[in-house]
């Protein structure tokens, strides 16, 4: 990761000016709108080699500070989150045109590679059983998750191009044939994207209660909420520690064909929300960049979210 020594504070969030540049993603009914009161000129860096990167302003050589696990890399998970979000939030425009899936094993399965092959040969069954049944092969944006123990399992957003079928529980066990399965419909929510990112990030607290107490003990650092399960009753939950589960450089994220990549586009501040307009802004926020022990302030940067559907 590269370590340019600078800081990112939250502020008091005031609306850009119209003039500013912006970038425009758009996700069906979610627009995110993203400006910086500086636009960056290039690159500050440039990578030699796995190991070194040449800080282009000075000419010094530096050494990447490589992280053991996805929770050091704060950035990545960051952008990473926010791609399985905006996938999920451009695909799929009614809840009931997809079901939220989990697969998990019996046993503590801790192989990736065999959690990557054995989707691949359940999604292929699961196709002949689509067919066998006069369903159409939905699209899937799946992602891998670690639990507590140590051991994976996937969740999948399987979308069809109308209303989801039925499909019992018991069928779905029976193509995966590895251990628990869950087949969930996803109801009364308009940025099933922001909910479902979320869900991968935290983790329950009684969960932390499988892994060893030094690592529990730095894990209970996190912030901790409550919030409600699928049955109505209140959980703790810690924030972001299912995060610290992940092993450095992992796809965690994989998808079929036909799943559409959010559109991009850049304009001013003032012509975006123009474009955005019609729909209502359900949340916005700013930051300031700043250099180490300095309160000098390099950039400010907002972003702002805005959902038609409200």
């Known amino acids: 990761m590269i370590n340019?020594?600078?800081?990112?504070?939250?502020?008091?969030?005031?609306?850009?000016?119209?003039?500013?540049?912006?970038?425009?993603?758009?996700?069906?009914h979610i627009t995110k709108i993203q400006t910086c009161a500086v636009k960056n000129a290039g690159p500050p860096c440039q990578k030699v080699d796995k190991d070194h990167y040449v800080d282009l302003r000075s000419g010094e050589l530096f050494v990447y500070n490589h992280s053991e696990t996805r929770a050091e890399y704060a950035e990545g998970i960051a952008r990473t989150l926010e791609n399985i979000r905006n996938l999920?939030?451009?695909?799929?425009s009614e809840p009931d045109a997809c079901r939220w899936v989990?697969?998990?094993?019996?046993?503590?399965?801790?192989?990736?590679?065999?959690?990557y092959e054995d989707f691949?040969?359940?999604w292929k069954r699961f196709k002949r059983w689509c067919v066998s049944k006069g369903f159409l092969?939905?699209?899937?944006?799946?992602?891998?998750?670690?639990?507590?123990r140590?051991?994976?399992?996937?969740?999948?957003?399987?979308?069809w191009s109308g209303k989801a079928p039925f499909i019992e529980n018991k069928e779905l066990r029976?193509?995966?044939?590895?251990?628990?399965?869950?087949?969930?419909?996803?109801?009364?929510?308009?940025?099933?994207?922001?909910?479902?990112?979320?869900?991968?990030?935290?983790?329950?607290?009684?969960?932390?209660?499988?892994?060893?107490?030094?690592?529990?003990?730095?894990l209970l650092k996190l912030p901790i909420s409550e919030k409600t399960d699928s049955e109505g009753f209140p959980k703790k939950i810690v924030?972001?520690?299912r995060l610290h589960f992940y092993p450095s450089g992992m796809n965690i994220v994989r998808r079929s064909r036909g799943i559409k990549d959010p559109e991009i586009s850049w304009t001013t501040y003032g012509e975006a929300k123009k474009k955005a307009s019609s729909a209502k802004l359900t949340f916005s926020d700013s930051y300031a960049i700043k250099l180490e022990d300095s309160t000098k302030i390099l950039n400010t940067y907002t972003v702002e979210y805005y959902n038609a559907k409200r």
């Open 239 to 241: 924030k972001g520690a």
């Open 137 to 148: 092969i939905p699209e899937y944006i799946s992602v891998i998750e670690p639990q507590g």
């Open 102 to 115: 989990t697969l998990t094993y019996a046993e503590n399965m801790q192989d990736t590679k065999r959690l």
């Open 4 to 28: 340019l020594n600078v800081k990112i504070e939250k502020q008091v969030y005031s609306v850009p000016e119209d003039s500013r540049i912006a970038k425009v993603t758009e996700m069906n």
């Open 88 to 92: 999920i939030n451009c695909n799929v």
């Open 150 to 159: 140590g051991a994976w399992h996937v969740h999948a957003f399987f979308i």
């Open 174 to 218: 029976r193509l995966w044939s590895h251990g628990f399965v869950s087949v969930k419909a996803v109801k009364d929510c308009d940025n099933i994207g922001a909910y479902f990112s979320a869900y991968l990030a935290d983790m329950p607290l009684s969960d932390l209660e499988k892994i060893p107490a030094q690592e529990r003990e730095e």
């Open 120 to 122: 691949h040969s359940f």
